[in-house]
């Protein structure tokens, strides 16, 4: 049925589980670093909670994940890194929406979803997911993005450089392509703008080489892994305004409109029997519509 086999599963969950480690890390290394505002009050630290899906009806649907959560910290504000390992079968009412699902229901998914929403206005917030899903078909997706409320131009162009080199290592035109399916994708509509600065998105990808495309992934994480917490340092013990954290939350009312609104990931998460818990967490925890 599956063009990778238990092992290449098994391989690719193994390595999120891997990459949330080394991000959790980086993160309270962040949190242990910082000596700007907040550095009164003690230095963040992820918790997790594991969950399981409801397979109560011996439908053969199973797995679960692990939701690392950090909240109050003196950089982030709430963080979570979140990974998940899930199969089953697609409803009558989604499989027409997921390549193969229509010629066998059935599906494997893997992955790992990140979103950061930070204390100072002046460090951006990011969004990081990527993500292996099978079905008769087997594919790759995901990205990175900069979502900052205050944007700093060279930060823009370092993150961007970053993942222009990352791609190049693999296609030439890979960069061009999943840049502009980032500008694409994470549009707001009903507002007529873009909900950040932009980074790479890519989904179904499938060039018939495995370990190619998964190697492509594990670049686009390690990318992510190195790039942002040098942004952050940037700017980790930058004072701010009452009138820049009022710029803030009224950001973060757009950021929660496209999630709520836009995200694929929020629609699998909800369709496929997800932890809701874990499925809106990239939800900020404050947030304001003038």
């Known amino acids: 049925m599956f063009d990778v086999t238990d092992k290449d599963k098994q391989q690719v969950a193994a390595w999120f589980q891997t990459l949330r480690d080394q991000i959790c890390g980086a993160f309270e290394t962040l949190e242990d670093e910082a000596s700007g505002p907040l550095s009164d009050r003690p230095?963040?630290?992820?918790?997790?909670?594991?969950?399981?899906?409801?397979?109560?009806?011996?439908?053969?649907?199973?797995?679960?994940?692990?939701?690392?959560?950090?909240?109050?910290?003196?950089?982030?504000?709430?963080?979570?890194?979140?990974?998940?390992?899930?199969?089953?079968?697609?409803?009558?009412?989604?499989?027409?929406?997921?390549?193969?699902?229509?010629?066998?229901?059935?599906f494997f998914a893997t992955g790992i979803s990140l979103v950061a929403h930070m204390q100072s206005p002046k460090v951006p917030a990011v969004h990081m997911n990527t993500r292996m899903i099978t079905t008769t078909k087997r594919w790759f997706g995901g990205g990175a993005d900069l979502n900052a409320p205050l944007p700093v131009a060279q930060d823009t162009a370092d993150f961007h450089a970053a993942f222009k080199t990352c791609c190049d290592r693999?296609?030439?035109?890979?960069f061009p392509r999943f840049k502009q399916w980032c500008d694409d994708y994470f549009f707001?509509?009903?507002?007529?703008?873009?909900?950040?600065?932009?980074?790479?998105?890519?989904?179904?990808?499938?060039s018939g080489n495995f370990e190619q495309d998964f190697a492509f992934t594990k670049a686009v994480c390690e990318t992510f892994r190195d790039i942002y917490p040098e942004l952050v340092r940037r700017h980790i013990n930058d004072t701010w305004t009452d009138e820049d954290r009022e710029t803030q939350l009224v950001y973060r009312g757009r950021y929660a409109e496209f999630n709520l609104l836009y995200d694929r990931g929020t629609t699998f998460g909800l369709k496929t029997g997800g932890n809701v818990d874990a499925i809106l967490m990239s939800l900020p925890p404050e947030a304001k519509w003038p």
């Open 188 to 206: 707001i509509k009903h507002r007529g703008h873009a909900r950040g600065e932009g980074g790479i998105f890519y989904d179904q990808l499938n």
């Open 43 to 106: 230095a963040g630290r992820f918790k997790r909670e594991s969950w399981q899906r409801d397979n109560t009806d011996g439908g053969g649907d199973g797995g679960g994940g692990v939701m690392s959560i950090m909240t109050g910290g003196r950089v982030f504000e709430k963080v979570g890194v979140n990974i998940s390992t899930v199969h089953g079968t697609f409803s009558e009412e989604f499989r027409g929406q997921i390549p193969g699902a229509d010629e066998d229901p059935r």
């Open 170 to 174: 693999f296609d030439p035109d890979y």
